[in-house]
């Protein structure tokens, strides 16, 4: 019974549209570091492929000249999404609290935002797409929350109010 449940999860996964997978072969710079650096912050984030062919985003998180976030954003052709209610997102983190945020036009100002907090352990997101709310320079907007129509940007953001190092590792995202 075990492997027969096995096998359908591994099919569903299988047949679940991947957003992005890491893999030795992804090019790193298909993702960019935005640091607080753009508002005169010291926060110093990074990425990069690891030997295990996952993405790693970590770094400093500095409260130094009013800074406090670093975020790796991946830009892509605009995607129809409207199928799908949810966003899966293998991952291990650090025990701290990060931001998946959504772009659902590369010309949006704002982006959607959903808070995660990681356990230090591989484990598996899963993100409603409907309690993804607007923001804007970290102030929540009065508008509907995420439409779940397009998606053109995925980025993570790390932004606690507080000094720290981070790491996060990404094995996949994918709809659901």
């Not at 099919?11 to 090019?27: G, K, Q, R």
């Not at 923001?135 to 053109?152: C, D, I, S, V, W």
Request: include cysteine.
């Amino acid at each position: 019974m075990k492997a027969l449940i096995f096998l359908v999860n591994l099919l569903l996964m299988a047949a679940a549209p991947l957003l992005f997978d890491f893999t030795s072969n992804t090019d790193p710079t298909t993702w960019r570091v935005v640091d607080d650096v753009v508002m005169g912050g010291r926060s110093d984030g990074h990425f990069k492929i690891n030997e295990a062919g996952n993405g790693l985003f970590y770094g400093e998180v500095s409260l130094e000249n009013n800074g406090g976030f670093s975020s790796v954003r991946h830009r892509f052709k605009s995607k129809q999404v409207s199928d799908y209610s949810h966003c899966v997102i293998r991952l291990k983190g650090d025990g701290r609290r990060y931001q998946l945020r959504f772009k659902s036009s590369p010309d949006d100002a704002h982006s959607y935002v959903y808070y995660f907090t990681t356990t230090g352990e591989w484990e598996e997101i899963t993100v409603p797409l409907a309690e993804m709310y607007p923001t804007f320079r970290g102030r929540k907007l009065r508008m509907p929350n995420y439409p779940g129509e397009q998606l053109a940007e995925i980025a993570f953001l790390i932004g606690n109010k507080e000094a720290q190092a981070f790491r996060l590792e990404l094995d996949y995202l994918r709809l659901a």
